[in-house]
C-alpha cells in the first residue's frame, strides 16, 4: 500500500513539480495516497495537472492556508508523510512572518498531532545570507540571513529541525515556472547590454525535476535523513557561462565591451532587481554536496547548460522570445 502524502504549495514552481513526481513514483496511487493543500482548491491545476499519471489518476485536493492555522486543523489527519513546497517569497515582512515562520510552526504542530512520520521542508540557501560560500557544507554553514523574507524561511526551517524532520537547500532552480533565475539573468543582460569580466564566482544549481524527485524520495526514504541537506547539481557552473548560455540561447546582442562589476553596478544605476542579480553573481555560492543524492537513491538530474537546454521553449514562451 503506497504512503499517504500530503504536500503543501501544490500549485506553485517546486510544489508543483513535487506533485508530478509524487503521482509519477507512486505507481499504485489511489485518489487519496496524495493530499494536495491548496489556498484556492477550485484555481485549477499545477504542474501536477498535466504530469504522468495525472490524466487518469486523481488527487485529494483539500483547502489550507498557512496563513490562518484554524485552516489546517484535520489537514495532517492520515497522512504518513509532509512535503512543505509551500513558502512567501514576497518582500512584505509581515506577510513573511506570517505564512513562513507562523504557518510552519502550525503545520508542523499539526503533523506532531495527527501522528505523521516524517516532514519535509524545501527552504532555500538564502538562508545563509550573502556570501562568498565555497564548497560549503551545512553542517559547518551556520544560518545568517540577509533579509526578512530569508529569516522567516530560517524560522520555518527551525520548527522543522526542532520536530526531527528534514530540510533541503537548493540554490538556484530551473525550469518550467522559474521566474526569478533565468528570466533575472535575462534581465540583468538586457539592461547591461554586455557580460561581465574578471568573475571567477561559482554557483551551485539544480533542475526542478530533480529536485522535486528529491523531495519525494527524501520523504519515502528508510533512512534517517533529519537535519539540513544540500540538494543542488554536483558540479557548480562559473558565472561566465551562466551569462553566456543564457545570451546565447535567447539571442541577445551585447553590443558593448564585458563590464567590471564596478563598471556593471554603475551602469545599473537604481535598479534594484538588476543590482541584486548582479551582487549574486560577483561572489561565490556554491553548496557542496554530503550525500544526499546517493543517500535517497535519486540522481541530480542535468547540468545548467543542459537544463536550460531542455526548458528552452518554456523560457522563451515566459519571455516572448520566439
Given at each position: ?10 500549485s ?6 513535487t ?90 504542530a ?82 547591461l ?7 571567477t ?114 523560457y ?7
Amino acid at each position: 500500500m503506497s504512503p499517504r502524502i500530503l504536500i503543501t504549495g501544490a500549485s506553485g514552481f517546486i510544489g508543483g513539480h513535487t506533485a508530478a513526481a509524487a503521482l509519477a513514483t507512486l505507481d499504485d496511487a489511489t485518489p487519496s495516497s496524495i493530499r494536495l493543500m491548496l489556498r484556492n482548491p477550485d484555481a485549477g491545476a499545477g504542474t501536477w495537472g498535466s504530469g504522468p499519471g495525472a490524466g487518469s489518476r486523481a488527487v485529494d485536493v483539500v483547502r489550507g492556508d498557512l496563513a490562518d492555522p484554524g485552516s489546517l486543523r484535520g489537514i495532517c489527519d492520515g497522512v504518513d508523510v509532509v512535503l512543505h513546497c509551500a513558502s512567501y517569497i514576497g518582500g512584505d515582512e509581515r506577510s513573511a512572518v506570517t505564512v513562513n515562520d507562523h504557518g510552519t510552526r502550525a503545520l508542523v504542530a499539526e503533523a506532531a498531532r495527527a501522528g505523521v512520520g516524517r516532514v519535509v521542508y524545501v527552504s532555500t540557501a538564502a538562508v545563509y545570507g550573502r556570501g562568498p560560500f565555497r564548497a560549503a557544507l551545512p553542517d559547518r554553514l551556520p544560518p545568517a540571513p540577509a533579509s526578512p523574507t530569508s529569516r522567516s524561511r530560517a524560522a520555518a526551517e527551525r520548527h522543522v529541525l526542532d520536530a526531527g524532520g528534514v530540510v533541503l537547500r537548493p540554490h538556484l532552480v530551473l525550469g518550467p515556472g522559474d521566474r526569478w533565475v533565468v528570466p533575472g539573468l535575462v534581465t540583468l543582460l538586457e539592461l547591461l547590454s554586455a557580460g561581465l569580466k574578471g568573475v571567477t564566482a561559482r554557483h551551485s544549481v539544480v533542475d526542478v525535476r530533480a529536485l522535486a524527485r528529491a523531495v519525494v524520495a527524501a520523504g519515502l526514504s528508510d533512512r534517517d535523513l533529519a537535519g539540513a541537506h544540500h540538494v543542488n547539481h554536483p558540479d557548480p557552473v562559473d558565472t561566465s557561462e551562466l551569462l553566456d548560455t543564457v545570451a546565447d540561447l535567447f539571442g541577445l546582442r551585447l553590443a558593448g565591451a564585458s563590464l567590471s562589476v564596478e563598471e556593471a553596478r554603475a551602469r545599473l544605476g537604481g535598479r534594484a532587481r538588476g543590482l541584486h542579480h548582479l551582487g549574486m553573481l560577483a561572489v561565490d555560492h556554491w553548496f557542496a554536496g554530503d550525500g544526499f543524492w546517493s543517500g535517497v537513491g535519486v540522481g541530480p538530474g542535468v547540468g545548467f547548460a543542459g537544463s536550460l537546454a531542455e526548458h528552452a521553449g518554456w523560457y522563451r514562451g515566459f519571455l516572448g522570445r520566439r
